[in-house]
Structures are given as structure tokens and as C-alpha cells.
């Protein structure tokens, strides 16, 4: 099951090449960017492991895409994702997000449905991934 | 030429047949650059020459590659060498211009460092200093002063190693990424490349700087006053020659470097005495002239007679 997070979501996976412009665009708005990684796949899972620091004062994406591949060389059976962060006041938060890079295969989620009180049914969503431990659930 | 191109299978309409190498020149913003470089730099005759060579090289090249005839990214690293005060690290702002407005930079920033900016203090700390300025250089011009610090050839543990490999790395695996240069005094940097010879071989450009000659500080002098709305008056000239000529024999001297702490000095000395002389109002003239009495109070004009003291 593709998971679809962030911008772009709905588009075939991004190139290294558009993700360096997606990600020039956002160093040229003055936002900073940083690499977040994770296992666990759920949605409502907002807080991923970081990458390193968030790069500030890098003028050029090539610099983003370096990290990237370094990044992958460790993490690369997880989900990578760029994070532009705007810190501008009034804003002070992330701006934009898209996934650059996914596992070779992704298991989906299970549905869980809850009996409760009376008739009514509390519906839950498990990955399939996450029955195993951390940092063994692809691959 | 024309007749080559639409031989080349599977390349498409858009590639011209032609290209107007004297358009390009105006148009990409290198004439400019050129002439900017000509008016004001003063002096660096052969500098200059290699600056042009190279850039109609680089001009040369991308019109090949726009008619398919070139696919590699040339190697752009340049060394810089000559004695401090020459000139090294504007050039560079200038040479990190020309390449951008080539194209074969997307940014076109100078990032200039020491050996302390790569080079870490512990086991584990240089990796990732030296990765940082590279990733902050992306797009840009890396320019390394007195690059021979980071080898240290006395001490083969020495952390200046690790940063020169990762370095050789990416200068040979992102050539398209960013542009090194680096600088430092001529023998020492020949010294340093004999060491390493991976240097030697991903460097394609050496410049050397010459030192300035007298006439020539004394025209850069006058071109740093005129900046600040200052100038000098006939005997303050007279004496700016007398101490371009004295300071050159003294130790460490700087050429352009050297000129401008003595003006900073000199402008300090005028506005002493404009304290300590006026009663009234003076005008923007007296305000703005240094004359000799300025200069000639540099101790490099006593040392002599200093030297003597010292002695007796």
C-alpha cells in the first residue's frame, strides 16, 4: 500500500533531480530544510527520528541531496522525508513536506473493529510493519 | 560545423547549428565581468590575461556542449598563488561571478575558509566540520586560504588528512556541484601540491600573482582614499612613494594589505591633528586631504634612528 504524506503525495515518486528543485525552491523562500526518517508509518505518527541538523545556511540543494544519499545509505528501507521549515514570525512552523523515499515494499494497515457497549464498534488502524520491533520492520 | 551537428543521431530540432560566439560573450554577462575586472584591479597584468584565457575557454566549451559536442562537466578547481596582499581572494569574488553567470555554477557565492573552518580538534569532529562548509559551498566557489595547513607533514595523524580526502572525493564527484580554489603563498603551495598529488591532478587552472610594483600601490592607494572621499595633497604623494618604497623592505610586508593599515593609520595621525590644530571651523578640503606630515610620522621612516636607540 503506497502511503500517501505530505505534498506530492498523490504524484509517482519524485526524481532526485525534481526533488533538488522542489527543495531549491524552498531554500529560495528562506525556509530551512531538514531530513526526518522513520519506521512506523501510521499517520498520526507526526514525530520522526531527524537527520542531522536542519540546514540553515546552505545556499544550494545540492547540498540537501548529499545528505539525502547519505541518509539513505543508513535508512534506506524507511521513510525519508524533506521538511521546510518556515521561521518567519507568524508562521514559525513547517511549511512544506513530501516523502523522498519509501521501502521496497510497504504492508498497509490492518483494520481493527472494537465491539463496545451496546452495538457500536470503535474501528482502529495497526500497521503491518509495526508488529515487529523498531528498526526491524522492512527488510 | 552544421553539417556535424545534424549527422549526430537522436539529437533533437532544438540544438542550433550555430552559435554566435560574440553574442554570447555580451550577452552572458562575461564582457562585463571582464571589464569590470580590467577598471578596478589595478596592475596583474598576467592575472588578468589567464582570467580571460579561461573564460573564453569556459565560453568555448558550453558552446559546444549546447551543440552536443561536449557532454562532460570540465574541471573548474584552481589554485591561487602569490604573496599576501595580491589580490587572491577579490579575485576569486570575481572569478566566482564569471562562473555563474556562465552557468557552470548555480549560485555563484564565495565561501571563503582557513584550515580551522575545516579541520576538527578531536577523533570523529573533522568529518563533518569539513562536510558542513562543503554542503554551505554547494552552488558556490570554495575558497581555501592558505590551503598547505590543512597537510602537515610532520605529523601524519593529523586530522588536516581527513579533511583533504573527503574533500579530493567531492571535488572529483560533484565537479558540477561547486568550484574549489585554493590559495596561499607560491613555494609553499607548490610544496604542498608535490605532497599531494591528488591535489595536482583534479587542478586544472594554477595562477600566479605578482607582487605590485611601486607605481602601482601608489595607484591603489589613491583609489582606496578616493572610496572613503579622501586624497592626498602633492608632498603627501611625494611621501606615500618614500614609504611605499621604505615599507617594502621591511618584514611582512603585505603589498595592497600593507597599504591600506598604513592609510588607516594615516587617517588616524590626520584627524589627531586636526583635533589638536583646529580653532574654528575647517572645511570638507581640510577634512578630507592627508598630507605628508601624516605619512611621514610611520615609524618606518625613523626605525633607523630607532634601530640605533635600541642599540645605544
Known amino acids: 500500500m503506497h502511503i500517501t504524506q505530505g505534498a506530492f503525495s498523490f504524484l509517482p515518486p519524485l526524481t532526485d533531480e525534481q526533488i533538488a528543485r522542489q527543495a531549491q525552491y524552498c531554500i529560495d523562500k528562506g525556509w530551512a530544510m531538514s531530513l526526518e526518517f522513520t519506521d512506523d508509518p501510521h499517520p498520526r505518527n507526526t514525530y520522526w527520528d531527524m537527520w542531522g541538523h536542519p540546514m540553515f545556511d546552505n545556499p544550494d540543494a545540492a547540498a540537501l541531496i548529499m545528505e539525502l544519499k547519505e541518509c539513505r545509505k543508513v535508512y534506506g528501507d524507511r521513510y525519508i522525508r524533506f521538511v521546510a521549515f518556515d521561521s518567519t514570525h507568524g508562521w514559525e512552523s513547517v511549511r512544506l513536506s513530501f516523502i523522498v523515499n519509501r521501502p521496497a515494499a510497504e504492508p498497509g494497515f490492518r483494520l481493527e473493529r472494537q465491539e463496545a457497549g451496546g452495538r457500536s464498534i470503535r474501528y482502529t488502524t495497526r500497521s503491518y510493519a509495526a508488529d515487529k520491533p523498531a528498526g526491524e520492520r522492512y527488510g | ?312
Not at chain 2, 595580491?86 to 576569486?92: D, F, I, Q
Open chain 2, 1 to 312: 560545423m552544421a553539417e556535424a551537428v545534424s549527422m549526430r543521431p537522436g539529437v533533437d530540432g532544438e540544438v542550433p547549428s550555430t552559435i554566435d560566439l560574440r553574442a554570447e560573450y555580451v550577452e552572458s554577462g562575461v564582457k562585463d565581468v571582464l571589464e569590470e575586472l580590467d577598471n578596478s584591479l589595478i596592475g596583474l597584468a598576467p592575472v588578468k590575461q589567464r582570467i580571460r584565457e579561461t573564460a573564453a575557454l569556459l565560453l568555448v566549451e558550453r558552446a559546444r556542449k549546447r551543440l552536443g559536442l561536449a557532454h562532460e562537466t570540465p574541471t573548474l578547481h584552481m589554485s591561487f598563488s602569490g604573496n599576501p596582499g595580491t589580490g587572491k581572494t577579490t579575485v576569486a569574488l570575481r572569478m566566482a561571478d564569471l562562473l555563474h553567470r556562465l552557468g557552470y555554477i548555480r549560485k555563484g557565492h564565495l565561501v571563503s575558509v582557513t584550515r580551522d573552518d575545516l579541520v576538527g580538534q578531536y577523533i570523529g569532529h573533522t568529518a563533518p566540520k569539513t562536510k558542513e562548509i562543503l554542503k554551505k559551498a554547494m552552488g558556490g566557489v570554495l575558497f581555501i586560504d592558505e590551503a598547505y595547513y590543512l597537510y602537515r607533514q610532520e605529523n601524519e595523524r593529523d586530522y588536516g588528512q581527513e579533511a583533504i580526502e573527503i574533500l579530493l572525493q567531492v571535488m572529483e564527484h560533484q565537479r558540477e556541484d561547486f568550484v574549489v580554489i585554493l590559495a596561499g603563498y607560491a613555494d609553499r603551495m607548490d610544496r604542498f601540491f608535490e605532497s599531494n598529488p591528488g591535489f595536482r591532478s583534479r587542478i586544472a587552472h594554477h595562477i600566479d600573482f605578482p607582487d605590485y610594483t611601486d607605481s602601482e600601490l601608489l595607484r591603489i592607494a589613491e583609489v582606496m582614499l578616493a572610496k572613503q572621499n579622501y586624497s592626498l595633497d602633492v608632498a603627501g604623494r611625494a611621501a606615500m612613494e618614500q614609504y611605499i618604497a621604505l615599507r617594502r623592505r621591511q618584514p611582512h610586508f603585505a603589498n595592497a594589505r600593507s597599504i591600506r593599515n598604513a592609510l588607516d593609520r594615516a587617517r588616524l595621525r590626520q584627524a589627531n591633528r586636526l583635533f589638536e590644530t583646529s580653532n574654528g571651523s575647517i572645511g570638507a578640503d581640510a577634512l578630507s586631504t592627508i598630507v605628508a606630515a601624516d605619512i611621514r610620522a610611520s615609524r618606518i621612516f625613523n626605525s633607523g634612528t630607532m634601530q640605533e636607540e635600541a642599540a645605544s
